[in-house]
């Protein structure tokens, strides 16, 4: 399957094999299996602990990246912007705990494709 499918998908919170089914029960909880095409959403045991390097990655470039830029071009000062980054920080990885487990879970999808996946291959594809 195509890359950028498989993200698009993931992006949607949607299933990686069908791209119609919700991932998510609610904010937290995960469907074990695709309410459209019955595909299995729990891997083995741990699995979704992958989901923090997109996790903690994101967050993490993204305060590296802004805090110095606001900091030094003086958008705030460092008494309001230290206790906003840390805000950030608590709130952003909640915010995108589905996101990374959807990543996470469209990834392992392209790497190593499950059972139902028609034409997965990620040679050559873009």
């Known amino acids: 399957m195509r890359f950028r499918t498989l993200l698009w998908r993931s992006c949607r919170l949607r299933c990686p094999l069908c791209g119609q089914?919700?991932?998510?029960?609610?904010?937290?909880?995960?469907?074990?299996?695709?309410?459209?095409?019955?595909?299995?959403?729990?891997?083995?045991?741990?699995?979704?602990?992958?989901?923090?390097?997109?996790?903690y990655g994101?967050?993490?470039?993204?305060?590296?990246?802004?805090?110095?830029?606001?900091?030094f071009n003086r958008v705030l000062p460092s008494h309001v912007l230290l206790p906003l980054a840390l805000v950030f920080v608590v709130l952003?990885?909640?915010?995108?705990?589905?996101?990374?487990?959807?990543l996470w879970l469209g990834f392992d999808q392209y790497w190593d494709p499950r059972q139902g996946e028609q034409g997965t291959s990620h040679s050559g594809s873009a």
């Open 58 to 71: 994101l967050t993490a470039l993204i305060v590296a990246i802004a805090y110095p830029v606001l900091l």
């Open 92 to 102: 952003f990885p909640i915010w995108f705990f589905r996101y990374a487990r959807s």
């Open 21 to 55: 089914g919700r991932l998510f029960e609610n904010w937290f909880r995960m469907r074990p299996q695709c309410p459209h095409c019955d595909g299995d959403l729990q891997r083995e045991g741990g699995f979704y602990l992958g989901s923090i390097y997109f996790n």
